[in-house]
């Protein structure tokens, strides 16, 4: 069994993978906390690899902007996403998202 520091939620959340402009990719969100998620995606990147993270939450106009997320995993059920950089203003926004969906569950 894992315990997560951070609670994980469940969503239906579109994403985009971009790695220094290489490639920009979509994704679809199946879970979510303050610290990570888990994408959905037919690229399968390499653990450790970093990459910008753009979440577009449902009915906000612009995606959420995590500038550094690394890859803890990847396999048949996605990729595992930590986030090592968000700015303030980006985490205020995160952290009203989950605490919506902690209210939720």
């Known amino acids: 069994m894992v315990v997560r520091k951070y609670p994980r939620f469940p969503v239906s959340f579109s994403g985009t993978l971009v ?18 998620c888990r994408v959905e995606t037919i690229i399968q990147p390499f ?5 910008e993270l753009h979440l577009h ?3 906000e106009s612009t995606p959420i902007t995590i500038t550094n ?7 048949s059920h996605g990729v595992g996403m930590e986030f090592l950089n968000v700015a303030p203003p ?8 989950v605490q919506q969906l902690a209210k939720k569950a």
């Not at 653990?47 to 990459?51: E, L, P, W, Y």
């Not at 997320?69 to 396999?75: C, D, I, L």
């Not at 980006?90 to 998202?97: D, F, I, M, N, S």
């Open 69 to 75: 997320a690394t890859v803890r995993w990847s396999g």
């Open 57 to 59: 939450i449902p009915g």
């Open 47 to 51: 653990t450790g690899m970093q990459v």
């Open 90 to 97: 980006q985490q205020e926004r995160l952290t009203r998202v």
């Open 19 to 36: 790695q220094r402009d290489a490639f920009r990719h979509k994704g679809s969100l199946r879970d979510l906390s303050l610290r990570g």
